[in-house]
């Protein structure tokens, strides 16, 4: 698992603040992209816990896709596919 912190913008789009006087743009907003890479048995539980933690009902909760991995391999020990996970 990884924790991005990144930034972007979807549907929000972007807003103007204030700072000291001076209006400015803000274009992109602060976002997190979580990386998973779990056993295919797994899939569906993972989708459902980070529906559940992250879900608000609001715009910005964001997206998950899910995609195949073709191989993994664990560089230390040498092993490969679910094991490496």
Known sequence: ???TEAK???RQKRHTELYRGAEYVIDFLPKSKLEVAVADKL???VIEA??????????????????????????R???????AL
């Open 1 to 3: 698992m990884t924790l």
């Open 8 to 10: 972007g913008f979807g």
């Open 43 to 45: 899939c569906d539980h």
């Open 50 to 75: 980070i529906c559940k933690a992250a879900g608000t009902g609001q715009i910005g909760d964001g997206k998950i896709f899910v995609t195949d991995l073709e191989q993994s391999i664990r560089i």
């Open 77 to 83: 020990t040498g092993k490969s596919g679910n094991d």
